[in-house]
């Protein structure tokens, strides 16, 4: 299998451009989660969904970010208009039945 | 709300050395616990899932423990090396199910020749 895949694994892009994030989750998991990490505020959860429906997007920062799935294989993390302060790294993970997480390499975003 | 504690922050040790990593937890109300490891700039990697009916999991060089009543967990690395040099984090699940993972802040190993 080839792990939980992630695209781009670097963006670079200015204050007030949108920002679209891939993930495709490994095949077969149900359950797919979207974080983010900095420095300050280490791994924060922001959304997660079950078989393609969102469960819990209570710590999506603000509506600048909305998130899809539109299949069991695909989600979308979208950032508009983008902020210097959203840099960070953002990971995608995957889990089947609320077992082990799977981590994907993450995307580096950077806003100038 | 359940708080998640990992101690040491940083670590730092020679080649060869057993040590322990500590996490705790405020809400021992959880259904499992899972170790990960994380190398600088790159994503987590999973070590070890304990459920909450197992006392500890075992792989190759690393053992975690889990005691529920006191909320807490120890991850054992026997015969540390310098590959094993990365941050180590621990995650519970809030409980209502979905795995929902909440984070300690990680401890950062440094295993040095």
């Known amino acids: 299998d080839a792990g939980v895949i992630q695209s781009p694994r670097h963006e670079v892009t200015e204050m007030g451009q949108e920002v679209t994030l891939r993930c495709k989750p490994i095949?077969?998991?149900?359950?797919l989660f979207w974080y983010r990490q900095t420095m300050m505020r280490g791994l924060e959860l922001l959304i997660y969904?079950?078989?393609?429906?969102?469960?819990?997007d209570s710590g999506m920062p603000e509506d600048r970010f909305s998130a899809k799935m539109p299949n069991a294989s695909f989600s979308t993390l979208k950032i508009q208009p983008s902020e210097p302060r959203d840099s960070a790294v953002y990971f995608c993970a995957s889990t089947k039945g609320g077992n082990e997480q799977y981590f994907g390499p993450g995307t580096r975003l950077t806003v100038t | 709300k359940q708080e998640v504690t990992q101690i040491p922050a940083a670590l730092s040790v020679p080649e060869g050395e057993n040590l322990v990593l500590n996490c705790s937890f405020t809400d021992s109300a959880i259904y499992n616990l899972q170790w990960f490891r994380q190398d600088p700039g790159k994503g987590l990697t999973s070590l070890l899932l304990i459920q909450s009916s197992q006392r500890e999991q075992t792989s190759g060089r690393l053992n975690a423990s889990l005691d529920k009543s006191s909320g807490r967990s120890t991850l054992y690395i026997a015969a540390s090396q310098p590959g094993d040099s990365a941050t180590y984090l621990c995650a519970v699940p809030l409980s209502g199910g979905y795995n929902k993972l909440i984070f300690g802040a990680g401890t950062r190993l440094a295993v040095h020749p």
């Open positions: 095949s077969g998991h149900n359950s």
């Open positions: 969904f079950n078989n393609n429906v969102p469960i819990d």
